[in-house]
């Protein structure tokens, strides 16, 4: 009876072990291509940047990037549909970010340009040329929260259709674990 009880510790640490492996080869499979200077931010090569900070998974280019024109909220939430069941990168959860999380984004102490070359206060590891901004989750009626890049940054409320001079930037919640080192 003994032995059989250390069998069964043996099987139930090694089932441990493959599921330990197996939930950090997920992440070891993504492939590190750059990381910030102060290891905030790391880009991966299937187009995605994790914000180590708050574990949050971002698409590295943003929708001006990628479709080169304005977007409305409506459209906006049909892309981060659209690129869930593409299932981009790998991920079928994109999404708009909360005004939280798209905030978290702006630091006046970084420097980057905006389409239009302007100033925007974004860490370089998101390429030039993005948009000033995003649309956000939260909506009050026919208005939805952007949250600005420029100047002091800030949000305010635009027009869910005619608010066409905005932009797009999807995330999806990270994993603080799987190996990952998020601090």
Do not use: H
């Amino acid at each position: 009876m003994f032995a059989e009880s250390r069998n069964t510790t043996r099987i139930g640490v090694g089932i441990f072990f493959l599921v330990l492996l197996f939930s950090t080869s997920v992440w070891a499979d993504k492939k590190l291509i750059a990381e910030s200077a102060d290891k905030r931010f790391a880009n991966y090569e299937d187009g995605t940047t994790l914000d180590r900070k708050n574990g949050l998974l971002w698409m590295t280019r943003d929708y001006w990037q990628m479709e080169a024109k304005w977007v409305n909220w409506y459209t906006a939430n049909e892309y981060a549909q659209r690129m869930s069941n593409k299932n981009y990168a790998g991920y079928d959860d994109w999404r708009l970010p909360t005004p939280e999380e798209a905030a978290t984004l702006y630091d006046r102490r970084k420097r980057n340009v905006d389409k239009d070359g302007d100033k925007i206060f974004i860490d370089s590891m998101f390429p030039e040329g993005a948009g000033w901004g995003t649309w956000t989750s939260e909506e009050k009626r026919n208005k939805a929260i952007t949250v600005s890049f420029k100047d002091e940054g800030g949000q305010a409320y635009q027009d869910k259709i005619s608010g066409t001079d905005a932009f797009l930037r999807l995330v999806r919640s990270g994993q603080r674990d799987a190996g990952l080192n998020l601090q």
